[in-house]
């Protein structure tokens, strides 16, 4: 039978991408944005500085600030992608949001398993992203591979994992052949390259790719739906006839872009003590933006939770970027 041997979460964003100093060109971005998303309201910029206090995130994102916070994040990312060369698991359960990647307004799964041969990284394309602005260029180039990479899946655990989900109770939606895209077939989303670029360090591991759709109203399965599906997947692998260590990853999070560390903190410390009821019960419209992502660490979570492992978190690292408190709280856990 296959074995969860471990479990690892981290956040995704691009400030793990971008320069300290590069930082306030999103700042820029978060100054024009019609609304942000905060403690299920929503806000214009100012409106945010007003509510969150004019003053308060002044020291928060110094340039100073900035590049203790990238530090303290790449040392995390480093320390995930040494753990992951020392396991070495022969399968991944990556489980990540699709932001209109892969799946688009004709189709939009609540949850989605891929049981194909393989995913495709698309390699960078400097033409496609000419016109881009020049931080959203570096992230490109980093999430992306050089040239189009195949990164293998493991179709056997994702249809058992299908078939044993129905029998729990989730209608979850089968996936057996890249989307295809005006071009081709599409790259998979940001989720997962990131796993593969940044923690394996280009050491493709297989996976069995689980999507969710954490972002787009209004079919989001909710948190306590995603815990739930976590422990299907956590059970179907557990019962899978072949001798394999799994290790489950979780991709992205936490708050962002407005940053809430009340929240945040909150929720770690729920995941640590494995206080379930808290996580479940966390009112939806709390889950908008990037803060969706934190389903993801539920799931993972769900389908861990009869490992009895414990959560070692790393480290959380609010990542501020402007004086309306926006920017990407990130963190790094691991299960074992
Ligand atoms: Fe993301």
């Known amino acids: 039978m296959a074995e969860i041997v471990s479990g690892i979460a981290t956040s995704h964003g691009p400030l793990l991408i971008l320069p300290p100093e590069d930082w306030t060109i999103r700042a820029e971005f978060d100054r024009t944005k019609e609304f942000h998303d905060f403690q299920g309201g929503r806000y214009t910029f100012d409106e945010l500085v007003a509510k969150r206090g004019p003053d308060s995130f002044t020291e928060r994102f110094t340039l100073e600030a900035r590049q203790d916070h990238f530090r303290r994040c790449q040392l995390q990312l480093d320390a995930l992608a040494d753990y992951m060369a020392e396991l070495k698991p022969d399968i991944l359960v990556v489980i990540g949001d699709d932001q209109k990647e892969w799946f688009f307004d004709e189709v939009q799964p609540a949850y989605a398993i891929f049981s194909g041969d393989a995913i495709l990284n698309e390699g960078y394309d400097p033409e496609k992203h000419k016109n881009s602005h020049k931080s959203i260029q570096l992230v490109e180039m980093h999430r992306h591979t050089p040239v189009d990479t195949y990164y293998d899946c493991v179709p056997e655990l994702a249809n058992h994992m299908v078939a044993e989900a129905m029998e729990a109770g989730f209608d979850v939606t089968a996936s057996t052949t890249l989307p295809q895209g005006p071009d081709g077939p599409r790259g998979i989303g ?11 360090r280009d050491n493709a591991i297989p996976l069995v790719p689980v999507l969710l759709n954490t972002f787009f109203a209004p079919n989001q399965p909710r948190a ?42 909150r929720m770690l410390k729920a995941m640590a003590e494995g206080d379930v009821d808290t996580l479940i019960n966390e009112p939806q419209n709390i889950f908008e933006s990037g803060t969706s992502e934190t389903k993801n660490w539920f799931t993972a979570i769900g389908a861990l939770s009869d490992t009895g492992f414990k959560m070692d978190l790393l480290d959380y690292v609010p990542c501020y970027r402007s004086e309306a408190g926006t920017g990407n709280a990130m963190g790094f856990a691991i299960w074992n």
């Open 224 to 265: 306590k739906r995603c815990f739930d599906l976590g422990r299907a997947i956590g059970e179907a692998v557990k019962s899978w006839p072949t001798d394999a260590r799994v290790c489950i990853v979780a991709s992205g999070g936490l708050s962002h872009f407005v940053i809430d560390e009340e929240w945040d903190l």
């Open 190 to 200: 940001h989720a997962f390259s990131f796993i593969y670029r940044r923690i394996l």
